[in-house]
């Protein structure tokens, strides 16, 4: 059952839901928001234009966002942050209709998503509400919004109240809620990429298949026999992109042979991160969330395929 899932917020240029200009992120894990991701978006050029109107409520503009990534590279930033997981909105039609856009502008493809409306939810667990509005919700469970359409706070807010309904609820995971108070988990259907994508583009089609199948797989555990001398044995491994030798259930795999905790996310436990190829220029999600848990003193070793393969006795410098 889904514990650790992630809450999701965007903001737009312009009336059309496929001008993304800005996105916030928060991961929960057993209630408690763990991590948190938030950048501008240069909109996709079709829609590039931002409304007087739109600017009057987030407070971006064109100028903010000039030298900010565009929606290709946050989208693969985004999908390595929620790896497979389960996602949460405020309207989530909104949010969900803001993805479908920019994907159609950019002729980006996308995996099978699933998400629940906090919306909904929250029209089931306070009905006695005069609305369900994301700030009357939260003054109602007694979160405050420091700044509201900002998105990284309103994914937040949006965090909060799935948490507050499970208390409601007397539930402890998304499944059991959304069963408990009858909000449905809707899917984003998967789409491929519109036109054949060049280099720096998202990965192909056939890859949303196996980013899926890579997230819902079951992680093998340790090998108890392996040699405890061995510079894996004990370490928690996670890897970030592809690597040319092996895809990431054979790394988990030799990962557990030699006695390391196969990872799929970057947490306070990781010790060792491998960093692939991720068809993109700059540093994934998992890349960025090391380093930064590296500058507040944690132990993780940032290691190249090559690395990993030396360790694993496979050749490799």
Not at 18 to 27: D, M, P, Q, T, Y
Request: proline share 7%.
């Amino acid at each position: 059952m889904p514990r650790t899932w992630t809450a999701i917020d965007f903001e737009t240029a312009n009336q059309d839901r496929g001008s993304a200009c800005a996105v916030g992120l928060v991961r929960v894990a057993d209630g408690v928001p763990v991590e948190r991701f938030a950048t501008l978006i240069r909109p996709p050029e079709p829609v590039s234009r931002f409304s007087a109107r739109n600017t009057a409520v987030h407070g971006i503009t064109a100028a903010d966002v000039t030298g900010a990534p565009g929606w290709e590279q946050v989208w693969r930033d985004v999908l390595d942050f929620v790896d497979g997981g389960v996602l949460v909105a405020h309207n989530a039609a909104f949010d969900m209709g803001v993805v479908r856009g920019a994907c159609a502008h950019t002729g980006t493809g996308r995996p099978e998503l699933e998400y629940v409306c906090t919306l909904a939810l929250a029209r089931r667990a306070w009905p006695e509400l005069g609305d369900h509005r994301l700030p009357t919700v939260c003054s109602h469970i007694g979160h405050r919004i420091r700044r509201h359409h900002r998105a990284d706070h309103d994914a937040e807010a949006c965090a909060r109240i799935v948490v507050a309904a499970m208390g409601r609820y007397g539930t402890g995971c998304l499944e059991e809620l959304t069963q408990a108070s009858g909000t449905p988990m809707a899917r984003l259907e998967a789409a491929a990429p519109a036109a054949p994508a060049p280099a720096a583009a998202p990965a192909p089609a056939g890859d949303f298949e196996r980013w899926q199948s890579h997230a819902r797989a079951v992680l093998p555990a340790p090998c108890p026999d392996a040699d405890p001398r061995g510079p894996l044995f004990g370490r928690v491994v996670c890897v970030s992109g592809d690597l040319a030798a092996m895809d990431k259930p054979q790394v988990w795999r030799r990962v557990a042979e030699a006695g390391g905790r196969p990872a799929k996310n970057v947490t306070r436990k990781t010790d060792v991160l491998v960093v692939g190829a991720h068809g993109g220029p700059g540093k994934t999600a998992k890349h960025l969330r090391a380093q930064a848990y590296r500058e507040r003193g944690q132990r993780i070793d940032i290691i190249t395929e090559a690395e990993l393969l030396a360790r694993l006795g496979l050749g490799g410098g």
